[in-house]
C-alpha cells in the first residue's frame, strides 16, 4: 500500500510543476508591456505580493527552521528569481511616482525578510518556535499574495472589463492553490493549509468574474477598436472658401 508521505511527495511534485506555470503565467502580459514600452494600467502589487510570499516560503523551508522541506524551497526560490525579473521589468517600463513606489515597496520588502531571518534564527532556539514565527508570517503574506488581485477584481466590477484580469492567471492559481492545500492537508501543516485554502478560494471568485464580465469585455474593445479606426471628420471636411482658392490657383 502507497504510504501518505509517498502521496504527499508526490502531490508536491506535481505542486511544483503547477506553481511553476503559475509564476509563469504572467509572461504574455510582460511580452505585451515590452513590446508597447508602457505598463498601461497593469499593477505591480500582485508582483511584490508574490515575491514576498516567496522569500518568506524559503525562510520557512530552511533546515534550520522547518527541516524537510526541499519542495517548498525549491520551487519558491524559483518563484523569487521569475517574480523579481517582472519588477524590474515593471520598473523599467513605468515612470514617475509609480517607479519610486515600486522600488520602495521592493527594498523594504528584502529588508524586512532579513530582519526576519536575522531575529528568528538568533532568538528562536527550536525547529518548532523557528516554525511557528515564521509560519504565522507565511499565512499571511500568502494570504496577501492570493489576496493582492483583489483591487483588480474591483476594478473589473467598476469597468464591466476583465481586460487587465487574465484567465490563465486566475486559472493557475486555481490548480496551484488545490494541489498545494491537498499537499498539507494530508501531514497536516497549518500554516500551509491557510493561505492555500484562501487562495483557491480567491481564484474561483475571479474566475466566476471572468465569465460575468467577459461579454462586456468583447463589446468594449470591438468599440475602441470601431473608434480607432474611424476617420477624424476633422480630417476629410474641407472649407468650401479654402477648397474652390485652391481649385482656381492650379496651373497645369
Given at each position: 500500500m502507497v504510504s501518505a508521505d509517498t502521496i504527499r511527495t508526490v502531490i508536491g511534485i506535481i505542486g511544483n510543476g503547477t506553481a511553476l506555470v503559475l509564476f509563469l503565467s504572467p509572461v504574455?502580459?510582460?511580452?505585451?508591456?515590452?513590446?508597447?514600452?508602457?505598463?498601461?494600467?497593469?499593477?505591480?502589487?500582485?508582483?511584490?505580493?508574490?515575491?514576498?510570499?516567496?522569500?518568506?516560503?524559503?525562510?520557512?523551508?530552511?533546515?534550520?527552521?522547518?527541516?524537510?522541506?526541499?519542495?517548498?524551497?525549491?520551487?519558491?526560490?524559483?518563484?523569487?528569481?521569475?517574480?523579481?525579473?517582472?519588477?524590474?521589468?515593471?520598473?523599467?517600463?513605468?515612470?514617475?511616482?509609480?517607479?519610486?513606489?515600486?522600488?520602495?515597496?521592493?527594498?523594504?520588502?528584502?529588508?524586512?525578510?532579513?530582519?526576519?531571518?536575522?531575529?528568528?534564527?538568533?532568538?528562536?532556539?527550536?525547529?518548532?518556535?523557528?516554525?511557528?514565527?515564521?509560519?504565522?508570517?507565511?499565512?499571511?503574506?500568502?494570504?496577501?499574495?492570493?489576496?493582492a488581485p483583489l483591487s483588480v477584481m474591483k476594478m473589473v466590477i467598476q469597468t464591466k472589463s476583465v481586460e487587465y484580469m487574465p484567465l490563465f492567471l486566475s486559472l493557475a492559481s486555481l490548480v496551484n492553490g488545490v494541489f498545494w492545500t491537498a499537499y498539507a492537508l494530508i501531514k497536516f501543516d497549518l500554516y500551509m493549509t491557510i493561505p492555500n485554502g484562501l487562495g483557491v478560494l480567491f481564484a474561483v471568485g475571479q474566475v466566476v468574474l471572468y465569465a460575468i464580465y467577459y461579454k462586456s469585455t468583447q463589446q468594449i474593445l470591438e468599440a475602441r477598436k470601431r473608434k480607432a479606426d474611424q476617420v477624424p471628420m476633422t480630417e476629410v471636411v474641407v472649407d468650401g472658401k479654402n477648397g474652390n482658392a485652391a481649385a482656381g490657383n492650379g496651373r497645369y
Open positions: 504574455p502580459t510582460f511580452y505585451r508591456i515590452w513590446k508597447k514600452k508602457t505598463v498601461e494600467q497593469y499593477s505591480a502589487v500582485p508582483y511584490l505580493a508574490t515575491l514576498l510570499n516567496c522569500m518568506m516560503w524559503v525562510l520557512y523551508g530552511l533546515p534550520a527552521v522547518h527541516p524537510h522541506s526541499m519542495l517548498v524551497i525549491t520551487i519558491n526560490g524559483t518563484g523569487m528569481a521569475i517574480e523579481l525579473t517582472y519588477i524590474a521589468l515593471f520598473l523599467a517600463y513605468s515612470a514617475g511616482a509609480d517607479r519610486r513606489r515600486v522600488l520602495l515597496i521592493l527594498v523594504a520588502e528584502i529588508a524586512f525578510v532579513a530582519a526576519v531571518a536575522a531575529l528568528v534564527l538568533s532568538l528562536a532556539h527550536t525547529h518548532d518556535g523557528r516554525s511557528m514565527v515564521v509560519g504565522i508570517l507565511c499565512v499571511v503574506f500568502g494570504t496577501g499574495m492570493y489576496a
